[in-house]
């Protein structure tokens, strides 16, 4: 049963934004290329869905995809953990294409594509740390010590896995995903007399896991030395994608193509809240939105019945109930 659905990043949403305001090319392009490799990255780690909806008993099983919790000074992050009486599964999962080769003397995972090497992080040590962090996670908050396995799943249909390893270790710890329900039906073997946690643990881990997962969120003006400058201001036409939208009475009207609407400043106002702050005040408003008059600014902020703090002079607005991301 799934207790956490996978969402698509804060980070990626915030990217799309970002170059649709942005009017340089270079910078664009080398948007474009990360947003790419993430969308690869979020699109690998849903797969596995198809698989774990035919898991056996899969009613007594929690899922949680995409956990992010805090330990010690830092985060670790999950990408599917499977939690149910007897045993904890990690999945770590990473859509990589091309020939593979996991280094079992240095440690190191190496991809061959198109005549070019690339070292990656080894995703085996990766989840093992996992696995040791989760462990101190389940100790700190007093639950039952229990069984954590581990694996690594390649979701590409295009990688071909190779390795030095003769003892077969990475054999065990690195599958396709094809090979995923196999594996888990061999731990549910393996597992089969023991039970560990009772239901109301198993409730209690998942709901707490829960309650602590942090999303990852990034500044990514300040990420990819973008200055305020370079942003597109105004409100975007949802026609035409322009930002020749001009403030009329009662409703928006775009300029270049026709298109009207009464609620098109709200996503402007989101998108302000992505990139630059979650607050926002009357002059930030007009000088975003590409408003002259401070009265229908106001009457723009107050219509849609956002928190907010101070006097009417310096009154500053709560964005963040406007955002329909995860945060």
């Given at each position: ?19 649709s305001r942005l009017e340089d090319a270079l910078v664009k392009q080398s948007l ?51 939690l149910n009486h007897a045993y904890i599964l ?238």
């Amino acid at each position: 049963m799934i207790k956490k659905v996978r969402l698509k990043p804060i980070y990626m949403n915030k990217i799309q934004l970002l170059m649709s305001r942005l009017e340089d090319a270079l910078v664009k392009q080398s948007l474009e290329i990360e947003l790419s490799k993430m969308t690869a990255g979020f699109r690998g780690e849903d797969s596995i869905n198809y698989f774990l909806n035919m898991l056996p008993n899969k009613k007594e099983c929690h899922v949680l995809h995409d956990l992010r919790i805090p330990h010690e000074s830092t985060f670790f992050q999950i990408d599917t953990l499977i939690l149910n009486h007897a045993y904890i599964l990690i999945i770590e999962v990473k859509n990589i294409s091309g020939n593979l080769f996991f280094d079992h003397t240095f440690n190191q995972l190496l991809r061959t594509k198109n005549g070019i090497e690339e070292p990656f992080q080894d995703p085996i040590a990766q989840v093992e740390r996992q696995k040791y962090q989760l462990e101190h996670w389940l100790s700190k908050n007093k639950f039952p010590s229990v069984p954590i396995e581990t694996l690594v799943v390649m979701t590409h249909s295009q990688s071909v896995l190779k390795t030095n390893d003769m003892s077969s270790r990475i054999s065990k710890k690195v599958i396709h995903s094809v090979q995923l329900l196999d594996r888990i039906r061999h731990l549910q073997r393996k597992y089969k007399q023991h039970v560990i946690v009772s239901g109301d643990v198993m409730n209690k881990i998942t709901r707490r896991l829960i309650k602590e997962h942090t999303p990852r969120d990034v500044d990514v003006m300040e990420r990819y030395k973008i200055s305020k400058e370079m942003i597109i201001k105004g409100v975007q036409c949802e026609g035409c994608l322009g930002f020749e939208m001009i403030k009329g009475h009662g409703s928006w009207r775009c300029s270049k193509c026709g298109h009207t609407s009464k609620k098109a400043h709200i996503k402007a106002l989101k998108d302000y809240s992505m990139l630059y702050h979650s607050t926002i005040n009357n002059q930030q408003a007009r000088d975003f939105l590409l408003v002259n008059s401070i009265s229908i600014a106001s009457k723009l902020l107050v219509s849609m019945n956002l928190p907010y703090t101070g006097t009417f002079k310096d009154r500053k607005y709560d964005l963040r109930t406007l955002l329909d991301v995860e945060s």
